[in-house]
Nanobody, 118 residues
Framework: QVQLVESGGGLVQPGGSLRLSCAAS????????MSWYRQAPGKERELVAR????????NYADFVKGRFTISRDNVKNTVYLQMNSLKPEDTAVYYC???????????WGQGTQVTVSS
């Protein structure tokens, strides 16, 4: 069964950096595109970044372009989100999402809290 476990969240000051990780198991990782979403209190969940199954293509929300970088390691079955120049408005629960390139089925991780505050 698909399992996604996020880690790396925490409290950071504005301008700081964090690196989120999402460890995947229970499926063929290289056959899934991977995404990071986030949800702030009282707001809808929104796409942050997406990476194709072999990492050739990436997409970013405008509000993180130039600050966040998504990457993946298909040997370690892990997707990463490097977050730099963090702002208070980046505060949210960050979720990992996997979508099968053939099946189209999607699965969510449990989320990791990121808080940007001085």
């Amino acid at each position: 069964q698909v399992q996604l476990v996020e880690s790396g969240g925490g409290l950071v000051q504005p301008g700081g950096s964090l690196r989120l990780s999402c460890a995947a198991s229970g499926f063929t990782f290289s056959r899934y595109s991977m995404s990071w979403y986030r949800q702030a209190p009282g707001k809808e969940r929104e796409l942050v970044a997406r990476i194709s199954s072999f990492g050739r293509n990436t997409n970013y929300a405008d509000f993180v372009k130039g600050r966040f970088t998504i990457s993946r390691d298909n040997v370690k079955n892990t997707v990463y989100l490097q977050m730099n120049s963090l702002k208070p408005e980046d505060t949210a629960v960050y979720y990992c999402y996997a979508v099968g390139t053939v099946s189209g089925s999607g699965s969510w991780g449990q989320g990791t809290q990121v808080t940007v505050s001085s």
